[in-house]
């Protein structure tokens, strides 16, 4: 492929900068590629998230707890769509990673992996960081954060995973999802500021989009992937076609078939009440929780009715310890847990704010 040629092989430059990096890094510098492989992993979003979440509300600062919780959603945002566009873009092209082209000429740091090299999802992650972190720092942080997002790059090609074109993939991959989302967001911000005073038909629509991208995404797995087959995306990260019968991490998934009445019945009872939740004026997040869950548990329920268990595809283990494999459904229920939880979390701090208001003034 001639386009192939001039933008990703760059006239053979691309193996040769790999190989000038690769071979002529020392091997004092290998812990160095290991713990920059390390902190530049998606693995560490949750830390991420905690830590600007932490930042938010302990600002002193109004104005700076506002651009920090801002910049929180953005790298939010950012992170879904990079991770979408991310996947879909390494099954699409399945280039192949520098052991499957140079063999034993390529030395490899870790597992020694042959597809899905374009992009890396090391670059990616740390350009969503330092999109979502710069605006927050001054002229040393920014400093930082460059040498920081260089030198992820710099060890994904020392540690033999990716080419120098995986990596200038990846570093606009993230840097375009980080524009994307602070371009959008701002058009979405009206919508979300008017749902409290908008009918519940807002909600349900949430719900049923939830419900539609579950499906999508399972009808593509079962068309794509043969039942038990898995693709390994990231290293620590597969795409998987298994059924589950049961529950949450296979509860009752032995239980002889009638589990599957019974989850259906218990999923649409759950639905009708979180259905009579939103029908009634609730908060955004609580409202935005309850939405959430409905569409989750609508999504598990078709496919007992449609297909008799639940289909699985994402697989996330860290070597040979796999976390049980969910779908979207799934992460659409958590989701709406975990906000539920800051709903409450939120107003018990309201709750205990206006308390000792009240005490002070009674003094």
Request: with cysteine; aromatic share 14%.
């Amino acid at each position: 492929m001639s386009w192939k040629l001039f933008l990703y092989d760059w006239g053979g430059l691309n193996i040769a900068l790999f190989q000038a990096i690769n071979t002529g890094t020392p091997a004092t510098l290998k812990p160095l590629a290991w713990f920059f492989g390390l902190v530049g992993s998606y693995w560490t979003a949750p830390l991420m998230l905690l830590g600007l979440w932490w930042w938010s509300k302990s600002a002193t600062n109004p104005a700076r707890g506002t651009a920090v919780r801002h910049r929180l959603i953005g790298f939010s945002a950012a992170f879904l769509l990079a991770l979408l566009v991310a996947t879909a873009l390494k099954l699409w092209f399945d280039f192949p990673r520098p052991p499957a082209v140079l063999g034993d000429l390529a030395r490899v740091i870790g597992d020694k992996e042959l597809h899905y090299s374009l992009p890396s999802g090391h670059a990616t992650y740390a350009a969503m960081v330092v999109g979502a972190l710069w605006p927050l720092m001054g002229r040393r942080g920014r400093l930082s954060l460059m040498l920081y997002a260089t030198l992820v790059g710099w060890s994904r090609i020392a540690a033999g995973m990716h080419f120098p074109a995986d990596v200038l993939a990846g570093w606009t991959l993230g840097w375009s999802c980080t524009a994307l989302a602070g371009w959008l967001l701002p058009l979405a911000a009206p919508v979300w500021q008017s749902a409290r005073r908008t009918s519940a038909w807002v909600w349900f629509t949430v719900a049923a989009s939830a419900v539609m991208t579950d499906q999508l995404t399972k009808f593509a797995i079962i068309r794509t992937f043969a039942y038990g087959e898995q693709v390994e995306i990231t290293p620590f990260f597969n795409l998987v076609h298994v059924l589950n019968p049961g529950a949450a991490f296979s509860f009752l998934a032995n239980a002889g078939g009638w589990q599957r009445y019974f989850f259906i019945t218990l999923g649409l009872a759950v639905s009708a009440w979180l259905g009579r939740m939103l029908c009634q004026q609730r908060p955004r997040l609580e409202a935005m929780g309850y939405s959430l869950i409905l569409g989750g548990a609508l999504g598990n329920v078709a496919d007992r009715v449609l297909r008799g268990s639940v289909v699985d595809f994402l697989d996330f283990h860290w070597q040979l310890v796999h976390w049980p494999a969910f779908n979207l459904a799934d992460v659409a229920i958590t989701s709406g847990a975990a906000l539920l939880i800051m709903q409450m979390l939120t107003q018990g701090k309201a709750v205990d704010t206006g308390a000792n208001v009240n005490y002070n003034h009674s003094q």
